[in-house]
């Protein structure tokens, strides 16, 4: 027997169970399709965010100001509709931090003096010495052209100055090594005037040398912290301001750039060259630039500009940096500046992680090292005086120029990338290039994130 409407019954149901999965298939689609959409329109703005750093970069490489340490600010408004805001801001000096009354600062007036007891200065943690002349006074400054004062390490006062040697030993205090920077970092100083001799003949021999923090108290007054390199196993990294023979009769600017590896072994000091770089140290400042085991020297010049450029005063220009070809340390050098080591008979540290687990590198000394090769040096005090070694502006920076910075919502402000302006780097042609160290955004997993945390917590 057949049950009236049975049959009407099971289509209904066929029909509503249809339905739904129809309703459901709808539904799938219309999310994924708002997911695609969502993902077009982050990836819009991410990319926005990119073509503003970009343009940020541009400026930075066509500009020929300078971008001061308060920074530069820019607008972007992008194709959504929206004002991307920026900002540009020089690198601030590791050492010496103008905020540490403890650091040895060379343009500092006052900040440090000569002599001082004991060849030491305890509150700003520096000594000088000499080798065979130890009543060498080293003039903390020097008169500059035109009168006033440029403050610096000054060598003078002194004749008959053949084969003397001496050094200024600066603690960097608090600052830890290039080994905790994420892209290392430089040491540079200003060679501003270096002793010639007669018709384009030999030079004084000027060097930048870091040490480890070591000191050593059965040494003699000047010798205690770490220089001249004295105990088993001590080691050196040194740029060095080499004379070399004249090439042309009446020449006066014959010097190149080497970089050496010191080590004291066997009772004596071996050197250990690395690289020769015939830049003539006629330009700004220069110095080394390590990153991991890698070295590779600089210096800040005007090569890289056009022709209109270039008749810009120099104090104006925000220049570019030249480097040489890069070097990796040899691995006792490398071990040396990065593990535990026993340097007379005292223990010290190597790389360890703070509490917040940020790495730490041990502490490191810079050293300033004249070495006399002419025979005469002037008595009077002007810069410029061929007779007169003279150097200033020493200070150590992450291994990079600026800081690009990307607010946006208003609230949100992280790094975008990092940059580096350069002259000459394996590269042809009149205008600067841009070098930039990460991709941009990835330190914060892209640029959209923030603005996703920041809706996700209701704007606050």
Known sequence: MTIPGCHRGYMLVTVLIIT?????????????????????????????????????????????GEIYDTGKWFTYHTGSDRNLRLTVQPVAAIFPDVNNGKHFDMERSGSF????????????????GVESWPEIKIAPTHTAVGGGKAYGLAFNDLEATNNVRWWVNIGMRDTGGWLQEDYGRRYCFWPRAYVDGNNGGLKDVMRLCIIRNVTNDANTAGYRHGWPLSCEGERALVFEINPKAATTSGATNNAEIVFYEYVYTGGALQKTERLRWSKQPADYNMGLQIADNKVSLFY???????????????????????????????????????????????????IWTNSYGRVQAPELRAVFEVEAASDKRATGEVIGNANVDFLTRFKVTPAYQYDVFLEHPTTITNRATVAQKIGRYKREGTNYTILTYDTHGTEHKGFRRDEREFERNGAQ
Do not use: W
Request: aromatic share 14%; hydrophobic share 35%; glycine share 8%.
């Open 20 to 64: 739904a999965i129809g309703l459901l298939f709808g539904a799938g689609a219309l999310l994924l399709f708002r997911f695609q959409c969502q993902l077009r329109i982050d990836r819009q703005h991410e990319l926005e965010k990119v073509y503003a750093v970009r343009s940020v970069l541009n400026y930075i490489r066509t500009y020929i």
């Open 113 to 128: 003096t000569m002599p001082c007891p004991e060849q030491y200065n305890t509150a700003l943690d520096y000594e000088y």
């Open 300 to 350: 800040i010049g005007n090569e890289g500009l056009n022709t209109t450029r270039a008749t810009v005063d120099a104090k104006l220009m925000s220049r570019g940096y030249t480097f040489s070809d890069s070097l990796e340390l040899t691995l006792p050098t490398y071990r040396y500046f990065a593990e535990p080591v026993s340097i007379g008979g005292k223990a010290y540290g190597g």
